[in-house]
T-cell receptor, first 109, second 112 residues
Framework: EDQVTQSPEALRLQEGESSSLNCSYTVSGLRGLFWYRQDPGKGPEFLFTLYSAGEEKEKERLKATLTKKESFLHITAPKPEDSATYLCAVLSNFNKFYFGSGTKLNVKP | DGGITQSPKYLFRKEGQNVTLSCEQNLNHDAMYWYRQDPGQGLRLIYYSQIVNDFQKGDIAEGYSVSREKKESFPLTVTSAQKNPTAFYLC???????????FGPGTRLTVT
């Protein structure tokens, strides 16, 4: 069964404490993997697209990486303003999107 | 200033009433989507449209209807046949079906 699983469900970090969020997937061929940030009560904000294993993308304190079975969103020295839910989505070879249920990140000052 | 707008932000309806949620984009995107988001669950696709006057059912289309008469607009009607309509509804658009989607701010619908 095609699916996307994100872990952990929730993560609490101290400001400056680096960590990683995981997105593992089992789909019928990967055409693309997308990371989004969602603040409470708002629509998801697009962060990155990754297309092939070994690819990496960076933006400020965030770095996304991709392997054949999973993607990681690394957060380096996070700040309280990085607190949000991070969503992962996968586009399969059948042009179907699968969204994970997200990781809720809370960064304490 | 390009983007996707959804209105209203909050919507309250009585059970048995149909309600229409608005979604407009000025990004010149061909594809548009409607998702439903419930606590603890991933986004679930309701309907999508790749071109004007054409749309396809997603995973949970029952009780919903859409139209795509203009490229910029993709309204969603939640009918009285939808058993569990209370949710956060998100509209999105993309340049093409296989590219990243950009989301609107969402509409929170409460049906009592």
């Amino acid at each position: 069964e095609d699916q996307v699983t994100q872990s952990p469900e929730a993560l609490r970090l101290q400001e400056g404490e680096s960590s990683s969020l995981n997105c593992s997937y089992t789909v019928s061929g990967l055409r693309g993997l997308f990371w989004y940030r969602q603040d409470p009560g708002k629509g998801p904000e697009f962060l990155f697209t990754l297309y092939s294993a070994g690819e990496e993308k960076e933006k400020e304190r965030l770095k996304a990486t991709l392997t054949k079975k999973e993607s990681f969103l690394h957060i380096t020295a996070p700040k309280p303003e990085d607190s949000a839910t991070y969503l992962c989505a996968v586009l399969s070879n059948f042009n179907k999107f699968y969204f994970g249920s997200g990781t809720k990140l809370n960064v304490k000052p | 200033d390009g983007g996707i707008t959804q209105s209203p932000k909050y919507l309250f309806r009585k059970e048995g009433q149909n309600v229409t949620l608005s979604c407009e984009q000025n990004l010149n995107h061909d594809a548009m989507y409607w998702y439903r988001q419930d606590p603890g669950q991933g986004l679930r696709l309701i309907y999508y449209s790749q071109i004007v006057n054409d749309f396809q059912k997603g995973d949970i289309a029952e009780g919903y209807s859409v139209s795509r008469e203009k490229k910029e607009s993709f309204p969603l009607t939640v009918t009285s046949a939808q058993k569990n309509p209370t949710a956060f509804y998100l509209c999105a658009s993309s340049m093409d079906r296989d590219l990243e989607q950009y989301f609107g701010p969402g509409t929170r619908l409460t049906v009592t």
